[in-house]
T-cell receptor, first 114, second 115 residues
Framework: AQSVTQLGSHVSVSEGALVLLRCNYS??????LFWYVQYPNQGLQLLLK??????LVKGINGFEAEFKKSETSFHLTKPSAHMSDAAEYFC????????????FGKGTHLIIQP | EAGVAQSPRYKIIEKRQSVAFWCNPI?????LYWYQQILGQGPKLLIQ????????DSQLPKDRFSAERLKGVDSTLKIQPAKLEDSAVYLC?????????????FGSGTQLSVL
């Protein structure tokens, strides 16, 4: 069965600093991996996805993530944090060829300090 | 384009009562999902529809939860009777076709509190 672990329920960084949100996955087959963002009182929005093409995936708002099979990781990064990045971030996995529904991690709340 | 519409936005009920949530997906979207998001956790898939047929309901607690999408457009999720542990945000999502995650859109959810 597939699963996702997000390390750190809360991450705090200063504005302009590097953002690193960690995600490790477990899947018996090559997975599809996703990062979603949820702003207060809004629906989940897709940031980026990995589907077995390039291992470094670029998404919206300057975010990117690197798929590392040897580490079973898909960490999300952004070189310079902006106040508007404050939100809840979810990593999700779908097993290739498996059911359509996504399995989400518990989420990481990103706090941006001025 | 209009997004995924959900109502009500908030609902407070007592345990053992019944409750229903409504979702209107984006026009033309064949695939519809209901997710349950408990505070402090990520969303968990409850049920997936393709048009008016159920694709996956393996994680739906069928003794108390039911869902329908009779005309393949809007959908209703019902809980009867509700338990305290059902307190959560219920999210609806839709996509034009299956497996199209770039075009998977989520509604803002219905926040349910069971007292």
């Amino acid at each position: 069965a597939q699963s996702v672990t997000q390390l750190g329920s809360h991450v705090s960084v200063s504005e302009g600093a590097l953002v690193l949100l960690r995600c490790n996955y477990s899947s018996s087959v090559p997975p599809y991996l996703f990062w979603y963002v949820q702003y207060p009182n809004q629906g989940l929005q897709l940031l980026l996805k990995y589907t077995s093409a390039a291992t470094l995936v670029k998404g919206i708002n300057g975010f990117e993530a690197e798929f590392k099979k040897s580490e079973t990781s898909f960490h999300l990064t952004k070189p310079s944090a902006h106040m508007s990045d404050a939100a809840e971030y979810f990593c999700a996995v779908k097993e290739g060829g498996g059911a359509d529904g996504l399995t989400f991690g518990k989420g990481t709340h990103l706090i941006i300090q001025p | 384009e209009a997004g995924v519409a959900q109502s009500p936005r908030y609902k407070i009920i007592e345990k053992r009562q019944s409750v229903a949530f409504w979702c209107n997906p984006i026009s033309g979207h064949a695939t519809l999902y209901w997710y349950q998001q408990i505070l402090g956790q990520g969303p968990k898939l409850l049920i997936q529809f393709q048009n008016n047929g159920v694709v996956d309901d393996s994680q739906l607690p069928k003794d108390r939860f039911s869902a329908e999408r009779l005309k393949g457009v809007d959908s209703t999720l019902k809980i009867q009777p509700a338990k305290l542990e059902d307190s959560a945000v219920y999210l609806c999502a839709s996509s034009l076709v299956r497996d199209n995650y770039e075009k998977l859109f989520f509604g803002s959810g219905t926040q349910l509190s069971v007292l």
